[in-house]
């Protein structure tokens, strides 16, 4: 892993982001790596920027083959601001999707919009759903059903996984399995 800051921010690159960076890159095959992987710097600009207007923090950024996670400063959290700061990301994505023109970018935004917002943790749609279920649970149980929740999404996102694999489109299996090591790993 290497680590370095900007300015006040910690960044880590884990290897396994440059491995799964190189892999994807060179396994594509429509030679779109690289609009997808602007459409997933778009979504995390999306939520910097929404710290930024909620004057919230950053402390580090940390580069994996679980995607890019943001680690905030100490802050109360409170509803509507935390329910903003998730949405940023898949809002600024379906942003993209009514301002570009071209269809393969579009489709990205898009995709990654949808996805993020599922009701899985740790995706925004899923912090989302935790959010709510704390504002009329408490916290234990709160987190239990999200957490089941969670797990019944995923394993719903085999049945598509499978049949694009048939097709010989094993993205979508990739992203599930990335999903549950990453669920696992955090304990979820």
């Not at 949405?87 to 379906?94: C, D, E, K, V």
């Not at 059903?145 to 049949?163: D, E, M, V």
């Amino acid at each position: 892993m290497m680590r370095f800051r900007l300015g006040k921010v910690q960044v880590e690159l884990h290897f396994s982001f440059l491995l799964l960076l190189s892999l994807f890159l060179l396994l594509e095959q429509m030679g779109a790596g690289l609009g997808f992987l602007l459409a997933v710097l778009i979504h995390e600009l999306g939520h910097l920027l929404m710290m930024g207007l909620l004057s919230l923090p950053v402390e580090a950024l940390s580069f994996s083959a679980f995607g890019i996670a943001i680690q905030r400063g100490e802050s109360r959290r409170r509803l509507l601001p935390e329910m903003l700061l998730y949405l940023a990301g898949p809002g600024m994505n379906l942003l993209c999707v009514g301002l570009l023109d071209e269809s393969l970018s579009r489709a990205f935004h898009l995709i990654l919009a949808l996805l993020n917002l599922l009701p899985i943790l740790p995706m925004d749609g899923g912090n989302i759903q935790l959010l709510l279920l704390e504002s009329c649970l408490p916290p234990e149980r709160a987190e239990r059903w999200a957490k089941f929740i969670s797990r019944l999404w995923t394993l719903a996102l085999l049945i598509p996984a499978l049949c694009f694999l048939r097709q010989q489109r094993p993205t979508l299996l990739l992203f599930v399995l990335i999903l549950a090591l990453q669920q696992k790993e955090k304990g979820l």
